[in-house]
């Protein structure tokens, strides 16, 4: 019996090993995304709502995404836009459409959970696919339980990886501070060098995070839209992958993502533009 768990154990640690290797990328857009949503807390927040951040993304792969995976062979194409709609929202304020709360708001109780749980919905989608590729890249002829249990695996891998590069990157400034306390003079320039460039890294995560959460939307859509009933968007860019092919895999992958991430801008925008109208039909609008 012992010799028959090891063996499952190693399936289980190969197949999650494999499957992991396929889901770099979207683990990098997963950890630009989340300190977007711990940008203006007090820093004796920003670890505690990560914390709670990563709860929810455990649930989110343990409790939704995973046994809906198990069941299902496409995601609800319909919850797909949600990730365009963020991420066209986020490029309409880079040019001074806001859409955050009216003025005279109360957000000194709101902001934290609608804030936390704005990212543990984002993770969500993003969590699915990471978890959908993951299923997708495991062997067709491995067991039912092994195959849960590298599910697992991956989830609890790559949340503690995400979470942590999160918290890790969150506290940067603090230990920048902390080093300009330093008795030694090149650790204090050290220091203030990490505390002035920090400001800078952020703007460049959350345009990192924004083209992340089109690209990822944009793809997840025209994939569903395949498998449902229009291949036209998957077929284009299936044209163009093809007419580059020769460039270089590099160069292909680039061009796969900026035109997923067009779709996904031009799908959020529609998206936002309903929303805004609505709004503004309800008395609502900014």
């Known amino acids: 019996m012992s010799v028959g768990l090891l063996a499952v154990v190693d399936d289980i640690l190969s197949a999650a090993l494999k499957a992991s290797a396929k889901t770099a990328g979207v683990v990098i857009d997963d950890a630009a995304v989340t300190p977007q949503y711990v940008q203006g807390l007090a820093p004796a927040r920003e670890l505690p709502v990560v914390g709670r951040i990563a709860l929810g993304s455990l649930f989110n792969k343990f409790v939704i995404i995973i046994p809906l995976a198990l069941l299902l062979s496409a995601f609800a194409p319909w919850v797909l836009p949600y990730l365009c709609f963020e991420g066209a929202e986020k490029v309409t304020e880079w040019f001074g459409v806001h859409h955050g709360p009216a003025h005279g708001s109360d957000e000194t109780t709101t ?20 978890m959908l590729i993951a299923l997708a890249s495991l062997d067709t002829g491995l067991a039912f339980w092994p195959k849960v249990g590298a599910l697992a695996l991956i989830g609890l891998g790559m949340t503690l990886v995400v979470y942590g590069a999160v918290a890790l990157l969150v506290k940067v400034d603090d230990i920048g501070l902390q080093m300009m306390k330093h008795p030694v003079r090149r650790t204090r320039r050290t220091g203030a060098r990490i ?10 995560i959350s345009v990192v995070g924004t083209v992340a959460m089109l690209w990822v939307g944009g793809h997840l859509v025209i994939a569903n839209l395949a498998e449902t009933f229009w291949t036209g968007p998957y077929d284009l860019l299936h044209h163009i992958e093809h007419a580059i092919e020769s ?3 590099v160069v292909t992958w680039l061009v796969d993502t900026a035109v997923s991430a067009v779709f996904g801008l031009v799908l959020g925008l529609v998206v936002v533009g309903v929303v805004l109208g609505i709004g503004r039909l309800r008395g609502r609008g900014h």
Do not use: C, N, Q, Y
């Open 247 to 249: 460039a270089g895999a």
């Open 195 to 204: 505390v002035r460039a920090m400001p800078a890294v952020f703007r460049v």
């Open 111 to 130: 902001t934290e959970p609608k804030l936390v749980f704005g990212a543990i919905r984002t993770d969500l989608i993003l969590s699915t696919e990471i």
